[in-house]
């Protein structure tokens, strides 16, 4: 990817693709935001996509997608079993990977439930670096738990670290001298979601999958995210910096024993999947795929979203496709510090992401200030990001709350889908909401599913806070919207 420089020395992501396919998008009044948040609970989860402006909820499942791979669609082949197509994405996962099998599922969960599945048993350990909600659900399911070995660095929301997605590694030779019968496997998960999108370094794979193999287990990464972890290890890495993404896939690959995935992210399509080295662990897994996915040549998925996945994968592999979203995320990331609004550094990828324990200092961490900032955001700007704190967490067995060690408000930039007007408007509504943060108030519960609470969880806010907020939006903006 060759630099391009503005004249005017301006930093700005240029975009590196055409638009050539648009989705009309409507920005309803202030008025209408407030009754669509309370109507949803105030979780953006509930909220209608025709209330929404910019959905910066994921990027999961939503990514633009190609030419190539719109095209690729169109050959798709059907059959229920022995499917052209399959054929198609296990040799691009062969080409890329190096891994000779594949067990395809609906989406990356499904993928975590199988493995989890035929290695997690009560009293299991599971080390990590962070957890996954989804992840950490389908072990503790099961009975096992989740043990997070990310250096110190990684939850300090402000940091110059390049890879604070990286694993402390004398805990985890600790960990494994101590309980290692109760450990089936490591696993790594790239991208590190939760704690922004912060990846985790070549080298520190490398070094884990060392321990671990050394100790006897099996090293398995969640590679969701691998797309955006690989243009850090390219852009931040000294050792990498000469290898091409092929080179630092295989690098990594080389060194894990299972690779899994959402498809929904790493592929930019939908559907997901475990690409695997050995026959016998495949075959360990094998059964749970006719059983609860489809047969094995398409697992749940659409064979339409397998042909984008392949092409989806080979794209990956090309540097001008994942720096986009990085490019973007660092944009946005940047302006808001120039406007002093506390985000995570440094940007990571995925999204940006709003510190709501220093945007709200002033909500306690009981009242969910992540979902409070959520609600308020969606208000101010029709901007539906996701609380990636408290209440993405799950009640202690004892029923007490847990929590989160850190409280972000996520807004994932889908790869490819805005424009840097649309950012802008994003930065602008964010400040404006910055100063008047004092008019935003906590949430409680008033519905509370006992597991995964944040999809479908309703609150209330504490106070009339979101008619203030909108009373002040209506000061300021007169008519506009
Ligand atoms: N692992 C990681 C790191 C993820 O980010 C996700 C999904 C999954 C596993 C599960 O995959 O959705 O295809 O079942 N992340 C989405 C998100 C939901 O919005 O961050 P899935």
């Known amino acids: 990817m060759p630099e391009i420089r503005f004249y005017s020395g301006d930093e700005i992501p240029l975009e590196l693709h055409k638009v050539r396919i648009v989705q009309k998008l409507d920005l309803v009044p202030v008025e209408r935001r407030a009754q669509a948040i309370d109507e949803a609970g105030y979780n953006t989860f509930l909220l209608k996509n025709k209330d929404i402006f910019l959905d910066m909820l994921t990027d999961s499942g939503v990514n633009a ?107 985890l030779e600790s960990l494994l001298a101590r309980c290692s019968d109760r450990i089936p496997f490591v696993r790594i998960e790239t991208g590190t979601n939760l704690i922004g999108g912060q990846p985790v370094s070549l080298g520190n794979m490398e070094a884990v999958a060392d321990i671990a193999h050394r100790h006897g287990k099996l090293v398995v990464m969640d590679a969701s995210l691998l797309q955006d972890n690989l243009y850090f290890i390219k852009t931040r890495e000294a050792a990498a910096r000469d290898l091409s993404l092929r080179e630092i896939t295989r690098r990594i690959s080389d060194k894990m024993d299972i690779i899994y995935f959402s498809a929904r992210k790493l592929g930019f399509a939908r ?33 339409r979203e397998m042909e984008a996945m392949t092409v989806g994968l080979d794209e990956t592999m090309d540097m001008d496709v994942v720096s986009q979203g990085p ?16 985000v995570v550094t440094p940007a990571g990828g995925l999204g940006c992401h709003l510190d709501a324990t220093r945007f709200l200092p002033h909500v306690a961490q009981q009242e969910y200030p992540a979902g409070a900032l959520a609600a308020a955001v969606y208000i101010a700007g029709g901007i539906r990001g996701m ?25 994932a930039l889908p790869r490819r889908v805005f424009t840097l007007s649309q950012v802008k408007y994003a930065v602008d509504r964010i400040k404006w909401l910055y100063d008047h943060r004092d008019l935003v108030g906590g949430l409680r519960f008033v519905e509370e599913p006992s597991s995964l609470r944040f999809f479908f969880g309703r609150l209330e806010p504490v106070s009339d806070w979101p008619l203030r907020l909108v009373n002040a939006f209506r000061k300021d903006f007169g008519d506009s919207l």
């Open 65 to 171: 997608m190609s030419d190539r791979q719109l095209a690729a669609m169109m050959i798709a082949d059907d059959s229920y079993a022995g499917s052209a197509t399959f054929t198609r994405l296990t040799d691009k996962l062969k080409e890329i990977f190096d891994t000779d099998y594949f067990l395809p599922a609906h989406q990356g969960r499904a993928a975590e439930n199988i493995i989890a599945m035929t290695f997690v048993k009560e009293g299991s350990i599971i080390p990590m670096n962070y957890h996954f909600t989804t992840t950490k659900a389908h072990i503790t399911r099961l009975g096992g738990s989740v043990e997070e070995l990310v250096t110190d660095e990684g939850v300090k929301l402000v940091s110059d670290n390049p890879f604070k997605g990286d694993f402390d590694l004398g805990r």
């Open 271 to 303: 559907g997901g999947g475990i690409a695997i080295h050995d026959r016998s662990l495949y075959l360990k897994m094998r059964e749970l795929v006719p059983m609860f996915e489809g047969f094995l040549t398409y697992g749940g998925m659409s064979v």
């Open 327 to 342: 490019l973007f995320i660092k944009y946005m990331t940047d302006e808001l510090l120039a406007r002093a609004v506390p």
């Open 387 to 411: 609380e990636r704190g408290t209440i993405s967490e799950q009640r202690e067995a004892d029923g007490s709350e847990h929590l989160a060690s850190v409280e972000l408000l996520r807004l």
